[in-house]
């Protein structure tokens, strides 16, 4: 974690301190002559009120406006860009994690609902980098990965956030010899080029389950459920009246105390975030070691989309606070 001392904490404080709560500046409308947002070659699923592709690309374009941002595009699936915004400034950075799993619509509707929010986060001067739509595909169709509705025995489906060709398993090797899909190959190359320049504080990857009466969190960093960021997400959930699971088991057989996992080696991009060594070009090399790796799993069992929009949107709310938790 040597690399996270390079940002002194009084910076950190500093740009805390220059962040105003309350209704944050919007952000800048596209210059004139930009090209047209994509609207994607399929069409959305509408059944439940979420936003359109269209909306959201649309809502991409408006925040990497800004002069804070930069934007690139990870990667195309079926016509439709997976973006990645990151703010200008480099350095040991918070990152947002939205859209992995297509049949999930809150998290990028709060994504795109909180423009304004993560606008005021770069142009305070936090690093951020932030995937709004990872699985576009999915997300127009309501799948949860770009080739399956669902988890099935005939066709499990891979999801973009696949990483256990990067991670290492116990004999120091990588656990499959290559990325289970051309989606999980870009996103986690991505992931980890950019956290060199923006080395994760925290990450946020936010979810949603309808099978779910309860939801939990996945603390898959170093403080495990002692983060203490991870308890002021399911703090805050719990807050808003959104039910969160004291203690119990999954239905993975995960053991929740007091709504936090942790100890989970499942894969996902979230153990990459959290891993301090990864396999790259044939060897192992460090990072991005994550101080804190945050996966949030909320109920959508029986709830409008508008609801499950904001717990999220009250998440990335959190974000000064998380990040100030995360580095202690
Ligand atoms: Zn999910």
Redesign the pocket.
């Known amino acids: 974690m040597s690399g996270m001392k390079t940002l002194p904490l009084s910076l950190v404080l500093s740009a805390l301190a220059a962040w105003l709560p309350g209704p944050a500046k919007a952000a800048a409308p596209a210059p004139a002559g930009q090209p047209a947002a994509p609207s994607g070659s399929l069409k959305t699923f509408e059944a439940d009120g979420r936003a359109s592709l269209k909306e959201l690309y649309r809502g991409m374009d408006l925040l990497a406006s800004g002069k804070a941002w930069t934007v690139e595009t990870v990667f195309v699936d079926q016509g439709l860009p997976v973006k990645v915004l990151r703010s200008k400034r480099k350095g040991p950075a918070v990152w947002v994690i939205a859209g992995?799993?297509g049949e999930?619509p809150a998290p990028p509707n709060a994504v795109l609902q909180s423009r304004a929010r993560l606008n005021a986060l770069a142009v305070n001067g936090i690093p951020i980098v932030v995937f709004p739509l990872c699985n576009p595909v999915g997300y127009s169709k309501n799948w949860?990965y770009p080739d399956a509705a669902r988890a099935s025995e005939k066709n499990p489906g891979h999801s973009v956030g696949d990483s256990d060709h990067l991670l290492l398993g116990k004999d120091g090797k990588p656990r499959v010899p290559k990325a289970t899909s051309p989606q999980a190959d870009a996103l986690t190359r991505k992931v980890l080029s950019l956290a060199k320049e923006y080395p994760p504080v925290i990450s946020i990857d936010l979810?949603?389950?309808d099978e779910l009466d309860k939801g939990y969190l996945y603390s898959q960093g170093p403080k495990g459920r002692a983060d203490l960021a991870a308890k002021a997400v399911v703090a805050r959930i719990r807050e808003l009246g959104f039910p969160v699971m004291a203690s119990g088991k999954t239905r993975f057989d995960e053991e929740v105390i007091d709504g936090v996992i942790s100890d989970v080696s499942d894969g996902s991009v979230d153990e990459l975030m959290a891993s301090t060594r990864t396999f790259v070009n044939g060897g192992a090399v460090k990072g991005p070691s994550a101080r804190s790796a945050l996966v949030v799993?909320t109920s959508s069992k029986g709830r409008p989309l508008s609801e499950r929009v904001r717990v999220h949107s009250e998440v990335i709310v959190l974000i000064p606070e998380l990040f100030r938790l995360a580095y202690q």
């Open positions: 992995i799993h999930e949860r979810h949603e389950d799993e």
